[in-house]
């Protein structure tokens, strides 16, 4: 790893450790700056605020989801593909760095401040990526249902996070807790009978 990629992940782990601890508005740079063991002047040359430390951050979610996303392919089977994307969900889901940035992005939400248009228009783009795989099955014929796509992807996204995300995300269970291979096949099942027959 560069040395530059280094210091930025160092920071990155840093501010979410702060912010985690004291959100956004009471973290101290200066303590980033000694817990990514860093000089303050490295520290501002990469973020001058802490508001684009934060969106930093935000960027790294969103980069992070774009990275699960899979392509509708006519040749492997539906549930074999289902499969696939359920994986990489639960995976991405349930990985710390993920849950602790999103436990921030979600309490500076509630505070109301919002991410930047831009980053309002990745998460939309995220979330409809989902629903073009769907789009590409319908025409393959590999989904049966009349719902509109959007529907299903919501539909199968409250199952898969009701069982894994939001649990951990709102401290309801720890992520040890979390029944990974039960929660895949309930939502691999759910959307197979409820949309494919």
């Known amino acids: 790893m560069a040395v530059k990629d280094q210091k930025m992940a160092q920071i990155h782990q840093a501010a979410v450790q702060e912010f985690l601890k004291k959100g956004l508005d009471a973290a101290s740079m200066h303590k980033i700056a000694e817990s990514a063991e860093v000089s303050k002047r490295t520290l501002y040359k990469y973020f001058p605020t802490k ?35 359920v994986n990489n969900k639960i995976d991405l889901f349930m ?67 009701g069982q894994t995300f939001y649990p951990v995300i709102f401290y309801f269970a720890d992520i040890q807790m979390i029944d990974k291979k039960g929660a895949r096949e309930m939502t691999v099942n759910f959307f197979l009978n409820s949309f494919c027959l």
């Open 51 to 85: 508001g684009e430390l934060y969106s930093a951050l935000i960027d790294e979610l969103l980069d992070r989801v774009y990275e699960n996303q899979l392509q509708y392919t006519c040749d492997i089977p539906i549930k074999e593909q289902l499969e696939t994307i």
């Open 95 to 161: 990985s710390e760095s993920f849950l602790n940035m999103s436990k921030i992005v979600l309490g500076e939400m509630l505070k109301s401040r919002k991410p930047s248009d831009e980053q309002l228009e990745r998460m939309y783009s995220a979330e409809t990526l989902f629903v073009h795989w769907i789009d590409e099955a319908k025409k393959d014929n590999k989904i049966s249902s009349e719902e509109e796509s959007e529907i299903i992807a919501s539909q199968f996204h409250s199952i898969l996070k």
